[in-house]
């Protein structure tokens, strides 16, 4: 079993940055791929960026290519989403998600198939 809690969104005006924390439990994080979707207000929940279990590869949505940076300590269990360059269209509630040992360039495919999701963090991008 495999909790997800997650922290460090909210109110960031444009082109401000925010990091992200996803905070894991459990003994085998090490085994899960992790990944960021967001979910803006009636939109459908979408794909942001995945980092494989080893931590060899990642992927990342084109809409945040560039800005984005997603990172894993697996001292301390954490999966990371650094968010540069913010953009109102950024505004969303961020989830994180662990899928046990996919490739990191199919969590965009498994959104409905994800082991363990958290609960999601409010990001805003306003002036």
């Known amino acids: 079993q495999v909790q997800l809690v997650e922290s460090g ?10 990091r992200l924390s996803c905070a894991a439990s459990g003994r085998t994080f090490s085994r899960y791929t992790m990944g960021w979707f967001r979910q803006a207000p009636g ?3 979408e794909f ?3 980092i494989s279990w080893s931590g060899g590869s990642t992927y990342y949505a084109d809409s945040v290519k560039g800005r984005f940076t997603i990172s ?3 001292a301390n269990n954490t999966v990371y989403l650094q968010m540069n360059s913010l953009r109102p269209e ?7 998600a662990a899928h046990y040992l996919a490739a990191a360039q199919t969590m965009p495919l498994k959104l409905s198939g994800m082991d363990y999701w958290g609960k999601g963090t409010l990001v805003t991008i306003s002036s």
């Open 9 to 18: 969104g909210g109110l960031v005006q444009p082109g401000g940055s925010l």
């Open 43 to 45: 939109k459908e929940r």
């Open 48 to 50: 942001v960026a995945a």
């Open 72 to 74: 894993r300590v697996y």
């Open 90 to 96: 950024d505004t969303a509630v961020y989830y994180c």
